[in-house]
């Protein structure tokens, strides 16, 4: 009895072990083909041309009577404000307001273009030099980092690790995704809108909506370099050699690693709210 009670417990241990190493096989392919088609694709996308955007030029050109309107009103209040007071701080406000109203609907577009497609180099450079490959191989590489390490035979939980790690990078990799679209579009609609909210500087009120608006658009130009930063940080991390020992040159093990690799790219995705709440402190 007890040899039968041996035998059946042995097939059953094989059989499902063969089970969970084919599930683990299936989501380990399903890991990489995933993180080949959307691990990097916020990288591969480039932030438009905000200079010559055809929907900032619309917006633009279909609000400039409220900017008149609103310059007018805020120019208005500065007069009776210098009637009243006999003080030419108003007249001085007026000023700055037309000169800052000028300046922003001049030269805004071309200066955020420039800062957008700084950002956007940055970050694909600090992303190629912690993969050490070039833009083609950025998926393939982060697929490897991740997946390879959790497959040796001496990490004990490396398959259900896999499993784990990968459902967590597929979301991880859809919400970054879905967050960089997100930016693209609040670009173009904040330095659309950034004439609109400079027209009445004079005004504490104008003057707390345009700082919001530029907070909010250094927000969204720098989140992508900060994410490629992390990104970046998580990958040196999860690629260090290995020594002969087995562990990492911290004596971190080599699935420890990974963990806090996979961490730090989740981090990424919540940078955006962070970043928004330290620039601009109001608009969150």
Same mark, same amino acid.
């Given at each position: 009895?007890?040899?039968?009670?041996?035998?059946?417990?042995?097939?059953?241990?094989?059989?499902?072990?063969?089970? #969970?190493?084919?599930?683990?096989?299936?989501?380990?392919?399903?890991?990489?083909?995933?993180?080949?088609?959307?691990? #990097?694709?916020?990288?591969?996308?480039?932030?438009? +041309?905000?200079?010559?955007?055809?929907?900032?030029?619309?917006?633009?050109?279909?609000?400039?009577?409220?900017?008149?309107?609103?310059?007018?009103?805020?120019?208005?209040?500065?007069?009776?404000?210098?009637?009243?007071?006999?003080?030419?701080?108003?007249?001085?406000?007026?000023?700055?307001?037309?000169?800052?109203?000028?300046?922003?609907?001049?030269?805004?577009?071309?200066?955020?273009?420039?800062?957008?497609?700084?950002? +956007?180099?940055?970050?694909?450079?600090?992303?190629?030099?912690?993969?050490?490959?070039?833009? +083609?191989? #950025?998926?393939?590489?982060?697929?490897?980092?991740?997946?390879?390490?959790?497959?040796?035979?001496?990490?004990?939980?490396? #398959?259900?690790?896999?499993?784990?790690?990968?459902?967590?990078?597929?979301?991880?990799?859809?919400?970054?995704?879905?967050?960089?679209?997100?930016?693209?579009?609040?670009?173009?609609?904040?330095?659309?809108?950034?004439?609109?909210?400079?027209?009445?500087?004079?005004?504490?009120?104008?003057?707390?909506?345009?700082?919001?608006?530029?907070?909010?658009?250094?927000?969204?130009?720098?989140?992508?370099?900060?994410?490629?930063?992390?990104?970046?940080?998580?990958?040196?991390?999860?690629?260090?050699?290995?020594?002969?020992?087995?562990?990492?040159?911290?004596?971190?093990?080599?699935?420890?690693?990974?963990?806090?690799?996979?961490?730090?790219?989740?981090?990424?995705?919540?940078?955006?709210?962070?970043?928004?709440?330290?620039?601009?402190?109001?608009?969150?």
């Amino acid at each position: 009895m007890e040899v039968i009670n041996s035998v059946m417990q042995a097939a059953l241990g094989g059989f499902f072990k063969l089970i #969970f190493n084919a599930i683990a096989a299936v989501v380990v392919a399903a890991v990489e083909a995933v993180l080949k088609a959307v691990g #990097f694709l916020w990288i591969y996308i480039k932030t438009p +041309d905000v200079s010559t955007n055809g929907t900032v030029t619309f917006i633009q050109t279909h609000t400039s009577f409220i900017v008149v309107f609103v310059a007018a009103i805020a120019i208005i209040i500065g007069a009776v404000q210098m009637a009243v007071s006999y003080r030419g701080e108003p007249a001085r406000e007026m000023l700055r307001s037309l000169l800052t109203l000028t300046v922003v609907s001049g030269g805004s577009a071309t200066f955020a273009a420039v800062l957008i497609q700084s950002s +956007d180099e940055f970050s694909s450079w600090i992303i190629g030099q912690a993969l050490g490959a070039n833009d +083609d191989a #950025f998926a393939k590489s982060l697929a490897t980092l991740m997946v390879e390490p959790l497959k040796s035979p001496t990490e004990t939980l490396g #398959f259900v690790l896999v499993i784990f790690v990968g459902i967590l990078m597929v979301i991880t990799a859809i919400i970054q995704l879905a967050l960089m679209i997100v930016r693209y579009g609040m670009l173009v609609l904040l330095v659309a809108m950034l004439p609109l909210t400079a027209a009445a500087t004079n005004t504490e009120m104008g003057m707390s909506w345009f700082k919001r608006a530029l907070g909010w658009l250094a927000g969204f130009i720098i989140y992508k370099p900060v994410a490629a930063l992390i990104y970046a940080a998580a990958i040196h991390l999860m690629s260090v050699p290995k020594p002969a020992g087995g562990t990492a040159p911290d004596g971190t093990p080599e699935t420890l690693k990974i963990i806090m690799g996979v961490t730090m790219m989740i981090v990424a995705v919540v940078a955006l709210p962070a970043i928004l709440r330290f620039v601009a402190p109001k608009a969150s």
